[in-house]
């Protein structure tokens, strides 16, 4: 399993926003869940960070390989998840792009090394 962490810079106060789509995707999972299936890759862990300026979050994505994932949503069968997380998007992401931070490695389930 491979992993990446993404950082999000967010518009100031986004955390309720953010805490909303969290619920969202609690209590609605099969619709992230089947969406993420599609595209090859999940959500494993949300971060948040706060400045005085400007909130961050932070995704864990994992994948069994990042060179197979869907790189656009042309063929996403979406489902009502689609709306909720646009939604999101649209009034909490900064302008800027977000930042892929490159793994150094990760540990598996046997707690061994992988690159």
């Given at each position: ?9 967010l518009?100031s106060?986004?955390?309720t ?14 619709f ?9 890759y999940?959500?494993?862990?949300v ?8 909130e961050?979050?932070?995704i ?11 790189m656009d949503e042309?063929?996403l069968?979406e489902t ?9 998007r649209n ?6 792009l977000?930042l ?7 540990f598996?389930s ?6």
């Amino acid at each position: 399993m491979e992993s990446k962490l993404l950082k999000i810079k967010l518009n100031s106060n986004s955390r309720t926003k953010l805490d909303e789509l969290i619920l969202y995707m609690q209590e609605n999972i099969e619709f992230p869940k089947n969406e993420m299936d599609q595209k090859g890759y999940y959500w494993d862990s949300v971060f948040y960070e706060k400045h005085s300026e400007f909130e961050y979050i932070y995704i864990v994505i994992k994948s069994n390989d990042f060179s197979k994932i869907m790189m656009d949503e042309v063929g996403l069968i979406e489902t009502p998840f689609r709306d909720v997380y646009n939604k999101f998007r649209n009034e909490c992401w900064a302008p800027e792009l977000y930042l892929d931070i490159e793994p150094i490695f990760c540990f598996n389930s046997s707690m061994t090394f992988s690159v």
